[in-house]
């Protein structure tokens, strides 16, 4: 697997202009117990040292995958109060950015797309070391070096194929430029999600793809959409025969019945780890520290596993039909040049293909 390591750069705020984009698909769960403003400090119980208190997660997980990560978080630590605030990866930052101008961040824990973003966050003091004792399990080139944060899954980004509309299965990128798919790709937006701003960044530097190819889609007709689940709906569903996607929700969709497949293509694949990090101004460091710890944790990876993710930690095994990280023939790009050209990539993108 081709890797590369974590450097320093610039960070460039995300526009405050996101707020309206991908609003409908915005949720904040509220515990019975809690409000999610509420970021009281935390309290222990001296005699059993349990968790308890507030805890405030931001994430552009799926809804389900994130209650089922707090679900199996609250079996250890049931007197934590986890309130959720859901949307893609450029709008929760846009929101925390928001929340820090004005010097009140309500974030305790961030797990969001992209290693791409923390830098930037990290950039902005916006973060917290915290070495957990679940790192020794994690490869050392998805964890920052100072700490800051680690990868906590696998996630390519793949080509999805209609099986009913397409009757041989693709091998290359190169299917979604061709005249057999014009008008039948669908792909997600780098202005909502973070895994399509990551791609966008590397396939605009990677050799037989760069801005040519997203001006050979815009050409063919390409529908862009906010998120990931919107790409498999389209595809499942029929309204596109193809689909650039990250590859578990694809094959959570095959596994439920829907008529839809995928291939790592040939040329290879852009990976995120979806990291997590503690902020700076978290008012329960305790109870982030064992989120954190939860997270990585063999139990917690195992649960990963359960809801369809390929595993970050050593030694364990993605889901049937998935590849695993030393499988995959990567396509990357300095850290530091995706972070330092993101902006000015989106607004490329954004002269393509329009606001979307």
Not at 73 to 89: A, H, K, L, M, Q
Not at 125 to 141: F, N, R, T
Not at 322 to 341: G, P
């Amino acid at each position: 697997m081709k890797r590369h390591f974590f450097g320093s750069s610039f960070f460039l705020f995300i526009s405050m202009g996101l707020a309206g984009c991908g609003a409908d698909n915005v949720q904040e769960q509220v515990n019975a117990t809690g409000d999610a403003e509420d970021n009281e400090p935390e309290e222990q119980n001296e005699e059993n040292g349990n968790l308890t208190g507030p805890l405030s997660f931001y994430t552009s997980q799926p809804d389900a995958d994130a209650e089922a990560l707090i679900a199996g978080f609250n079996e250890v630590y049931p007197d934590v109060d986890v309130t959720i605030f859901r949307s893609g990866t450029e709008e929760v930052v846009s929101r925390l950015l928001a929340e820090n101008e004005a010097g009140s961040v309500q974030a305790d824990v961030l797990l969001l797309a992209d290693s791409v973003t923390f830098e930037g966050l990290k950039e902005e003091d916006l973060l917290m070391p915290y070495e957990s004792g679940e790192l020794d399990a994690i490869p050392s080139e998805f964890v920052d070096p100072d700490h800051m944060y680690a990868g906590t899954k696998v996630m390519p980004t793949i080509l999805a194929y209609n099986t009913t509309m397409v009757e041989e299965a693709p091998t290359s990128w190169d299917v979604l430029t061709s005249d057999e798919a014009s008008g039948e790709v669908t792909m997600p937006s780098p202005l909502y999600s973070g895994a399509a701003a990551y791609n966008a960044g590397v396939f605009s530097r990677t050799d037989g793809f760069g801005w040519d190819y997203f001006e050979a889609l815009r050409a063919n007709e390409t529908t862009i959409v906010q998120g990931n689940g919107g790409v498999v709906q389209a595809v499942a569903g029929g309204e596109s025969a193809y689909g650039m996607v990250v590859d578990f929700v694809v094959a959570n969709a095959k596994n439920e019945g829907s008529p839809i497949d995928f291939i790592y293509p040939e040329e290879g694949v852009p990976v995120i780890t979806e990291p997590i990090a503690i902020t700076e101004e978290t008012q329960n460091d305790a109870a982030a520290k064992a989120f954190v710890d939860f997270v990585l944790s063999e139990e917690g990876q195992e649960l990963s596993v359960e809801v369809g993710y390929a595993p970050i930690r050593e030694g364990m095994n993605p889901p049937e039909g998935l590849q695993r990280a030393d499988e995959l023939e990567v396509l990357s790009s300095d850290l530091a040049d995706l972070l330092e050209t993101r902006e000015s990539d989106k607004e490329q993108f954004r002269t393509i293909f329009g606001d979307h």
